[in-house]
């Protein structure tokens, strides 16, 4: 699908009310960057040109212009099961990515069953001068390696991340907050101890205690441990 084509969908799929949603959640990018088109048929959109000859020049046509455009693209790499092709893409895209909402929501089914070969990507996305990469390397030790292949080596990746981007340092305490509830005894010490700044120690103990996941036990004990 041709990208004049691609616009006019994308605005016969507009929802007013949704749109001013959007600008406010979204606060980074301009009003003008949003067509105000909701998630699900973003989604539905995005598996329909999938697997369209075309595909490939949508996601070459960088820098997008809508925010929708940006949703599309991530929605697309994330349904590619090939991963060499899927890393690739990702790679290419995240220069560009410039959002929270893009960057969380691009989860690429192809990385769960490719940890080992993902790895080595992370820890370059770790070291990255763009924000929206670390962040999304934080997001992906989150999704795929705080489970079953857990080692203690990933939280310390966090916790040695240094920047004062607040949405990297939010996915820092996200991370830490996830880690409570699934890997509660390794990730405690990082509290503890003290060994993150003062701002992200206390957005992990606030999104810890709001988390269903975590024990009210763990909460109460958490809270002792708030930074004044």
Same mark, same amino acid.
């Given at each position: 699908?041709?990208?004049? !084509?691609?616009?006019?969908?994308?605005?016969?799929?507009?929802?007013?009310? /949704?749109?001013?949603?959007?600008?406010?959640?979204?606060?980074?990018?301009?009003?003008?960057?949003?067509?105000? $088109?909701?998630?699900?048929?973003?989604?539905?959109?995005?598996?329909?040109?999938?697997?369209?000859?075309?595909?490939?020049?949508?996601? *070459?046509?960088?820098?997008?212009? /809508?925010?929708?455009?940006?949703?599309?693209?991530?929605?697309?790499? %994330?349904?590619?099961?090939?991963?060499?092709?899927?890393?690739?893409?990702? !790679?290419?895209?995240?220069?560009? $990515? +410039?959002?929270?909402?893009?960057? +969380?929501?691009? %989860?690429? *089914?192809?990385?769960?069953?490719?940890?080992?070969?993902?790895?080595?990507?992370?820890?370059?996305?770790?070291?990255?001068?763009?924000?929206?990469?670390?962040?999304?390397?934080?997001?992906?030790?989150?999704?795929?390696?705080? +489970?079953?292949?857990?080692?203690?080596?990933?939280?310390?990746? $966090?916790?040695? $991340?240094? %920047?004062?981007?607040?949405?990297? *340092?939010?996915?820092?305490?996200?991370?830490?907050?996830?880690?409570?509830?699934?890997? /509660?005894?390794?990730?405690?010490? /990082?509290?503890?101890?003290?060994?993150?700044?003062?701002?992200?120690?206390?957005?992990?103990?606030?999104?810890?205690?709001? %988390?269903?996941?975590?024990?009210?036990?763990?909460?109460?004990?958490?809270?002792?441990?708030?930074?004044?």
């Amino acid at each position: 699908m041709k990208r004049d !084509e691609i616009i006019r969908r994308l605005y016969a799929l507009r929802d007013e009310k /949704y749109l001013k949603m959007q600008q406010t959640s979204i606060p980074t990018l301009p009003k003008e960057r949003f067509i105000g $088109v909701r998630t699900p048929a973003l989604r539905a959109l995005a598996r329909e040109i999938a697997g369209q000859a075309d595909t490939e020049d949508f996601l *070459r046509l960088l820098p997008h212009e /809508y925010f929708e455009e940006n949703q599309l693209h991530a929605f697309v790499i %994330s349904m590619d099961r090939d991963f060499d092709r899927c890393a690739a893409r990702v !790679e290419a895209f995240l220069p560009y $990515v +410039d959002n929270w909402a893009t960057c +969380d929501q691009m %989860s690429p *089914r192809a990385f769960a069953k490719h940890r080992e070969d993902l790895l080595p990507r992370i820890r370059v996305w770790l070291r990255s001068a763009h924000p929206y990469a670390v962040r999304f390397g934080i997001g992906m030790l989150m999704a795929h390696f705080l +489970d079953d292949a857990y080692d203690d080596a990933y939280p310390r990746m $966090v916790a040695e $991340v240094q %920047s004062e981007d607040y949405y990297v *340092r939010m996915m820092q305490a996200w991370y830490f907050a996830t880690a409570l509830a699934r890997q /509660y005894d390794a990730a405690l010490p /990082y509290l503890a101890e003290k060994r993150l700044d003062q701002w992200t120690h206390n957005k992990a103990i606030q999104k810890a205690a709001e %988390s269903y996941r975590v024990p009210q036990e763990h909460k109460e004990y958490l809270k002792t441990l708030w930074l004044k």
